[in-house]
Structures are given as structure tokens and as C-alpha cells.
Nanobody
Framework: QVQLVESGGGLVQAGGSLMLSCAAS????????MGWYRQAPGKQRELVAL???????NYADNVKGRFTISRDNAKNTVYLQMNSLKPEDTAVYYCNARRYDYSGSRWLDYWGQGTQVTVSS
């Protein structure tokens, strides 16, 4: 069974930095993409950043230039370096891993339990 374990959340002042990590275990397959989503109170979950197995990245407009996503394929781990944090970055951050299941012709999504990031003004 695939498990995603996140770490690195916490409380930080505006302008500060945090680094999130997410380690995937229990899969004999590599993931086509790994990424981070976040959900603030009263809001829908939104994409923060994605990275493909080949290293291509995609960022939400409101984090471009401040956040950097990276991954270690050998360790099935994805990271999110967050700099210049703003109070509006406060949310629960969820790790996501996705792979294509050829036997079932479908995409499979796996989620972490979430880690709280709080940015104080």
C-alpha cells in the first residue's frame, strides 16, 4: 500500500522560509508526477506545484519565484522550498503522487495526510 509521509510544516513569520518533504513508500512503480496542493480554511484545495519524473515543473502563479519544487526519484521523495512566505500562504499542504495504471487504463492518485503551514504577519 502506497503511503506518503510529509514533514517540515510549522509556524513562520512573513518573509521567512520553510521546506516541506514528502517520502513515498510501498510502491514498486515510479510516479509520473509528484506535487503539492494546499487548502486554506473555507477554500478549495488548489495546486501549488508539480514536477514530472523527468524534472519538468509547473507552479501556481501566486507562488512563482518564491517556491521551488524538486524530487529525488531514487528516494521517491519530493520537496517544496518555500521562500518569502506570506500570510496568504497559510494552509494545510498536501503531497500528491500520481502514476498511470496501464492494466486499468487509469490514473492513480495518492495523497499524504497534510501538514500545516502557518505564516504570521
Amino acid at each position: 500500500q502506497v503511503q506518503l509521509v510529509e514533514s517540515g510544516g510549522g509556524l513562520v513569520q512573513a518573509g521567512g522560509s520553510l521546506m516541506l518533504s514528502c517520502a513515498a513508500s510501498g510502491s514498486s512503480f515510479s510516479f509520473n508526477a509528484m506535487g503539492w496542493y494546499r487548502q486554506a480554511p473555507g477554500k478549495q484545495r488548489e495546486l501549488v506545484a508539480l514536477i514530472s519524473s523527468g524534472g519538468s515543473t509547473n507552479y501556481a502563479d501566486n507562488v512563482k519565484g518564491r517556491f521551488t519544487i524538486s524530487r529525488d526519484n531514487a528516494k521517491n521523495t519530493v520537496y517544496l522550498q518555500m521562500n518569502s512566505l506570506k500570510p496568504e500562504d497559510t494552509a494545510v499542504y498536501y503531497c500528491n503522487a500520481r502514476r498511470y495504471d496501464y492494466s486499468g487504463s487509469r490514473w492513480l492518485d495518492y495523497w499524504g495526510q497534510g501538514t500545516q503551514v502557518t505564516v504570521s504577519s
